[in-house]
């Protein structure tokens, strides 16, 4: 009887290194689609995150700007100090006001009125107020960076003539009553990031 082995057949060396080249093309492939995909997710996170805040800053902003209140501002000894809105260029801030309906959620013992004001610092368009209206020795403002990369911020005031006035006192508003305030207040800011934005705010009276 013939009783010879069979042979058993299997992969070679040389299938088995190209079973495995292949093997790592497709891995190296998928990885590089992966890394992608989280790249694309992380840079959609950033601007959501960005936009926020842009959308929030904008917020404030209008909030503030949207009612203005003729109430001035005290100084230390009672003396009448500062008009309800500043925007002349004499000061550190690009615009100074008293503004109404600040909330008060907590009930705490205070007025709705809020001394608002907002300068430029390093590329940076910083929001500050003071926690009492009239100024009090030793009561420093407290301060939130609404913006970085601020490339130009500037405010137009519209008078009750119907013009845009560059800055608040307008020159046609000397010697009115420091309780004018402007009809509509209009923002051009430049920001790096997202090129120029308009807003036109309505005073509410």
């Not at 100024?135 to 420093?140: A, E, K, Y």
């Not at 913006?147 to 608040?168: N, P």
Request: net charge negative; hydrophobic share 40%; glycine share 10%.
């Amino acid at each position: 009887m013939n009783t010879g082995r069979k042979r058993c057949k299997g992969f070679t060396l040389l299938e088995l290194l190209v079973a495995m080249a292949i093997f790592a093309v497709i891995g190296a492939l998928g990885l590089g689609g992966l890394n992608a995909v989280v790249t694309q997710q992380t840079i959609a996170g950033d601007n959501i995150e960005q936009l926020v805040q842009l959308q929030r800053g904008i917020r404030l902003m209008t909030g503030d700007l949207s009612q203005p209140h003729p109430r001035y501002v005290r100084g230390e000894l009672g003396q009448i100090q500062e008009a309800p809105l500043l925007a002349d260029g004499r000061g550190d801030y690009e615009i100074r006001l008293t503004r109404a309906g600040w909330r008060n959620p907590a009930g705490l013992p205070r007025g709705e009125l809020q001394r608002v004001q907002y300068r430029l610092e390093d590329d940076q368009l910083i929001r500050e107020y003071w926690p009492v209206l009239d100024h009090v020795l030793g009561t420093d403002p407290r301060s939130e960076v609404l913006f970085d990369g601020v490339v130009s911020l500037e405010f137009s005031f519209l008078d009750a003539r119907g013009e845009w006035q560059k800055r608040w006192p307008a020159p046609n508003q000397i010697g009115a009553p420091l309780t004018n305030l402007p009809r509509a207040i209009r923002i051009e800011l430049e920001l790096e990031s997202w090129g120029e934005i308009q807003r036109l705010v309505d005073v509410s009276l």
